[in-house]
Structures are given as structure tokens and as C-alpha cells.
């Protein structure tokens, strides 16, 4: 490094944004992610050792895939080099390779390339970079918001291991506010600030997992913020809602408010007010419920209080559960309001949850109910000699290919499960039913 650039760093270390002045240095500062860098995970031993092959990091922003290739800079023996595939044109690119090449050659040292945002490199640029990666000359580091089974070149895929970094929970966006609040070297320790409890919650909430997003909202707030009478900056509620935009909403995921909006949710689908339903999802989906955690309860829903009534709404309740985790927000909440809207005004039947709850409690209650002979596996070593399936009749070769006979055990002969409602598609099952059972007796 030469004095013009040492003294370009300098002030940057100082000057830059609290969440780069804040990136972790070594893996033991990394906060979150310990799927992929816990102590016993490949990733960490591989850092460690100095030992990394090709990767990519894929997730969403604020989620830490640009801290961890500054951390491989910073561990690694190779020579390190980064570019951002928004602005690298083929000249860069080509100097990279050059200067691999040199360093292999000269030095026996391995170059690092670290591809921010891969996805935005078109084929013919990944493309040129896989004879590099292939031969060893470069070890690719990408880092892409998108599914890179989609948007990097297959290829290139089959060289690298896919990482996945997930949004941080709310412990450690927590911890990473408390360390910029008291961090005086890198932080904003020096500024004498203190944080609510309650905007510590807030903030931790809102930046669903993001922590660029959480560190950006503190130090807004403490650069903004008059000193009080004890001289301290005070970081309230107030202050953190308009710090990130966002009004403060009373939802606290882990308590009672919690509990009391799902379940009003719920009970809007259920009870078939779509304008309801739609307000409790707008207010989860604000105050930064995961939308897996959403979908989920809208596939229960459909099962639990529409069932058989419109089979499609599982079906619709299912597709949107995947297309919400492929596409992420904010476009994932139309995908949501969508399912939202089917299932609410979906008819209702809930005789699938009355059936296995009498049907559990048959096998609960009925100690020695046992199989029908005649329903008993024939094709096993010596189950024909023991009289296992005389006397089956197959339903497909009778007409409406039913015929009658008896299917529960001996005990339970005469007991119904499935109530059918007079809702829906019930309704059709049920003049089904009962029309291929009169037509069977006849």
C-alpha cells in the first residue's frame, strides 16, 4: 500500500457508515449464521485452514455475504481482489486474471476473487471465468441476492458450493444495535448514547433480518439526536420509528400480541371476511412477521376451515407458501393477500378436523380393533394359507366401481368419521356417495 492510498483508508476507517465501520474482522465476530460458520460446519474449517474452494453466497441483503469474504481477506494467505459485477467490464476482469496468473507464477500464491453481486455478470462474462476457476488460477467468491440455480451459469455452479445465509433473527440484530451503541473504537460508544429496551425490540423487529438496514436506523438516530439534560443521547421509541420509517406497531412476536393478531387472523379466514383477514396481514407483514411463518397458517387454515369444501384452496394456500419463499418481499405480500383472499372466501368445512379427532380417538379407545380378514395382505410368504383376502371384493369391477362391504374393523363397524358438510364441494361429494351406495344396494 502506498501513502496516497494508505491516507484515502485512513479516514475511511473513521468516516464510512457505521455498518461497515462495524463488519466483522475475524470469524469469531461474525453474528448470526452458525448453520453455515459454526465451529463444526465445512465453511469455518475451511476459512480457518485457509483451505476455501469456489463459493457462493446467496441471500438476502444485510444478511452478511460481503462480511464474509472481508473476513476470508482477512484470514487468507492468497492475494484477495474484489469487484462488483454491476460496474467490472471485461478490461477489469482481464487485469484480474493477468495479476492471478503473475502471483501463481511468481510467488506460488493463490488469488481470492470476490464477485459482488454475480448475478448481474451476463453469460459472456461467466463465462469467461470459468476456465479460470476450472484451472485454478482464480477462487471465485460470488455473492448474489438471487437463486443463483437460476441466474449463475450451471457451470460455474457445479465448481462452487452453495452457501445460503438466512436474515438474522432478532438476538442477533439486537446484539449487533448494542455493540454500535457501545463500541467506541468502531462504534458509536464515544457519542454517550443509551437505547430503550423497547426501541432495542422495535428496531430488532423491523429490520426483518437485515442488519445494514438496523445499524443505518441507530446511527441516524444518535447523529440526530439532541443530548439530554444528563447528557446523554436518549434512543426511544419514538426516536427508532423515525429513524426507520416505520410507525411503531404493538406486535411483539414472541408475546401476547402476537398470539392475539395470528389468532385474529385466522378467525377472519375462517369466519369469511376477506377485509378482516387482509388488515391482520397488513399489520403482521408491517411490523415484520416472516411470511413463512404467515404462509404457513394460511395452509393450515385452508386445510383446518375449508377442507373438502373447495379442495383448491390447500392447493392455491401450498403454491403461494413456495412462490413467497422464492420471491421474498415486498412483492411476496400481493402473493400472500392472494391466498389470504381465496381461503377467506373459500366455503367452509371442518370435517376433516372433526373426522381424524373421532377417528384418533377410536384408535385411542378400541384396544384390539384389527384388520378385516378379507382386507389383510394375500401376496406375503404363507398368507393365503392363513385365509388372508378370501373373499375381498375388488371395486373396480363393479358398477360406479363400488360395491359394498365391510371395510372397518369388527368393533368399529357402523361408526362414521367424515360428517360431510352441505357446503361446497361436500355437497357433491355427498350426492355422490350417496348415489353410487343406493345404486350399489340395488
Same mark, same amino acid.
Given at each position: 500500500?502506498?501513502?496516497?492510498?494508505?491516507?484515502?483508508?485512513?479516514?475511511?476507517?473513521?468516516?464510512?457508515?457505521?455498518?461497515?465501520? *462495524?463488519?466483522?474482522?475475524?470469524?469469531?465476530?461474525?453474528?448470526?449464521?452458525?448453520?453455515?460458520?459454526?465451529?463444526?460446519?465445512?465453511?469455518?474449517?475451511?476459512?480457518k485452514a485457509d483451505k476455501l474452494s469456489s463459493v457462493i453466497f446467496y441471500g438476502p441483503p444485510g444478511t452478511g455475504k460481503t462480511t464474509?469474504?472481508?473476513?476470508?481477506?482477512?484470514?487468507?494467505?492468497?492475494?484477495?481482489?474484489?469487484?462488483?459485477?454491476?460496474?467490472?467490464?471485461?478490461?477489469?476482469?482481464?487485469?484480474?486474471?493477468?495479476?492471478?496468473?503473475?502471483?501463481?507464477?511468481?510467488?506460488?500464491?493463490?488469488?481470492?476473487?470476490?464477485?459482488?453481486?454475480?448475478? +448481474?455478470?451476463?453469460?459472456?462474462?461467466?463465462?469467461?471465468?470459468?476456465?479460470?476457476?476450472?484451472?485454478?488460477?482464480?477462487?471465485?467468491?460470488?455473492?448474489?441476492?438471487?437463486?443463483?440455480?437460476?441466474?449463475?451459469?450451471?457451470?460455474?455452479?457445479?465448481?462452487?458450493?452453495?452457501?445460503?445465509?438466512?436474515?438474522?433473527?432478532?438476538?442477533?440484530?439486537?446484539?449487533?444495535?448494542? +455493540?454500535?451503541?457501545?463500541?467506541?473504537? +468502531?462504534?458509536?460508544?464515544?457519542?454517550?448514547?443509551?437505547?430503550?429496551?423497547?426501541?432495542?425490540?422495535? *428496531?430488532?423487529?423491523?429490520?426483518?433480518?437485515?442488519?445494514?438496514?438496523?445499524?443505518?436506523?441507530?446511527?441516524?438516530?444518535?447523529?440526530?439526536?439532541?443530548?439530554?439534560?444528563?447528557?446523554?443521547?436518549?434512543?426511544?421509541?419514538?426516536?427508532?420509528?423515525?429513524?426507520?420509517?416505520?410507525?411503531?406497531?404493538?406486535?411483539?412476536?414472541?408475546?401476547?400480541?402476537?398470539?392475539?393478531?395470528?389468532?385474529?387472523?385466522?378467525?377472519?379466514?375462517?369466519?369469511?371476511?376477506?377485509?378482516?383477514?387482509?388488515?391482520?396481514?397488513?399489520?403482521?407483514?408491517?411490523?415484520?412477521?416472516?411470511?413463512?411463518?404467515?404462509?404457513?397458517?394460511?395452509?393450515?387454515?385452508?386445510?383446518?376451515?375449508?377442507?373438502?369444501?373447495?379442495?383448491q384452496a390447500l392447493q392455491v394456500a401450498v403454491s403461494a407458501s413456495l412462490a413467497v419463499e422464492r420471491i421474498g418481499m415486498p412483492e411476496?405480500?400481493?402473493?400472500?393477500?392472494?391466498?389470504?383472499?381465496?381461503?377467506?372466501?373459500?366455503?367452509?368445512?371442518?370435517?376433516?378436523?372433526?373426522?381424524?379427532?373421532?377417528?384418533?380417538?377410536?384408535?385411542?379407545?378400541?384396544?384390539?380393533?384389527?384388520?378385516?380378514?378379507?382386507?389383510?395382505?394375500?401376496?406375503?410368504?404363507?398368507?393365503?394359507?392363513?385365509?388372508?383376502?378370501?373373499?375381498? *371384493?375388488?371395486?373396480?369391477?363393479?358398477?360406479?366401481?363400488?360395491?359394498?362391504?365391510?371395510?372397518?374393523?369388527?368393533?368399529?363397524?357402523?361408526?362414521?368419521?367424515?360428517? *360431510?358438510?352441505?357446503?361446497?364441494?361436500?355437497?357433491?361429494?355427498?350426492?355422490?356417495?350417496?348415489?353410487?351406495? +343406493?345404486?350399489?344396494?340395488?
Amino acid at each position: 500500500m502506498d501513502l496516497l492510498e494508505y491516507m484515502r483508508n485512513t479516514p475511511m476507517e473513521t468516516e464510512s457508515p457505521l455498518a461497515s465501520r *462495524l463488519r466483522p474482522r475475524t470469524l469469531e465476530e461474525v453474528v448470526g449464521q452458525k448453520h453455515i460458520i459454526g465451529k463444526d460446519k465445512l465453511l469455518y474449517r475451511a476459512i480457518k485452514a485457509d483451505k476455501l474452494s469456489s463459493v457462493i453466497f446467496y441471500g438476502p441483503p444485510g444478511t452478511g455475504k460481503t462480511t464474509l469474504a472481508r473476513v476470508i481477506a482477512n484470514t487468507t494467505k492468497a492475494e484477495f481482489t474484489q469487484i462488483n459485477a454491476t460496474s467490472a467490464g471485461k478490461k477489469e476482469m482481464e487485469e484480474v486474471v493477468a495479476a492471478a496468473k503473475d502471483a501463481q507464477g511468481m510467488y506460488g500464491k493463490k488469488t481470492i476473487l470476490f464477485v459482488d453481486e454475480i448475478h +448481474r455478470f451476463n453469460k459472456g462474462q461467466q463465462d469467461y471465468l470459468l476456465p479460470f476457476v476450472e484451472d485454478g488460477t482464480l477462487i471465485l467468491i460470488g455473492a448474489t441476492t438471487e437463486n443463483p440455480y437460476f441466474e449463475v451459469n450451471g457451470a460455474l455452479i457445479s465448481r462452487s458450493v452453495i452457501f445460503e445465509l438466512k436474515p438474522l433473527d432478532k438476538e442477533d440484530i439486537k446484539e449487533l444495535l448494542l +455493540r454500535a451503541v457501545q463500541d467506541e473504537e +468502531r462504534g458509536m460508544g464515544a457519542y454517550n448514547a443509551v437505547i430503550t429496551d423497547e426501541a432495542l425490540e422495535f *428496531l430488532a423487529d423491523v429490520s426483518n433480518g437485515d442488519a445494514r438496514t438496523a445499524l443505518n436506523a441507530i446511527e441516524l438516530g444518535i447523529l440526530t439526536t439532541e443530548r439530554a439534560e444528563d447528557g446523554k443521547i436518549h434512543i426511544d421509541m419514538e426516536t427508532a420509528a423515525e429513524c426507520i420509517q416505520k410507525r411503531a406497531v404493538r406486535y411483539d412476536k414472541t408475546g401476547d400480541n402476537h398470539y392475539d393478531t395470528i389468532s385474529a387472523f385466522i378467525k377472519s379466514m375462517r369466519g369469511s371476511d376477506p377485509d378482516a383477514a387482509l388488515y391482520y396481514l397488513a399489520k403482521m407483514l408491517y411490523a415484520g412477521e416472516s411470511i413463512t411463518f404467515i404462509a404457513r397458517r394460511i395452509m393450515i387454515c385452508a386445510a383446518e376451515d375449508v377442507g373438502n369444501a373447495d379442495p383448491q384452496a390447500l392447493q392455491v394456500a401450498v403454491s403461494a407458501s413456495l412462490a413467497v419463499e422464492r420471491i421474498g418481499m415486498p412483492e411476496a405480500q400481493i402473493i400472500l393477500a392472494q391466498a389470504v383472499t381465496y381461503v377467506a372466501t373459500a366455503p367452509k368445512s371442518n370435517s376433516a378436523v372433526r373426522g381424524i379427532t373421532e377417528a384418533m380417538e377410536a384408535v385411542q379407545n378400541t384396544k384390539v380393533a384389527g384388520v378385516p380378514v378379507h382386507l389383510m395382505d394375500a401376496h406375503y410368504k404363507g398368507a393365503a394359507k392363513l385365509g388372508h383376502g378370501d373373499g375381498y *371384493l375388488y371395486a373396480h369391477n363393479y358398477k360406479n366401481h363400488y360395491v359394498k362391504q365391510q371395510y372397518l374393523p369388527d368393533e368399529l363397524v357402523g361408526r362414521t368419521f367424515y360428517h *360431510l358438510s352441505d357446503n361446497g364441494y361436500e355437497r357433491d361429494i355427498r350426492a355422490h356417495m350417496e348415489r353410487i351406495i +343406493r345404486e350399489g344396494e340395488g
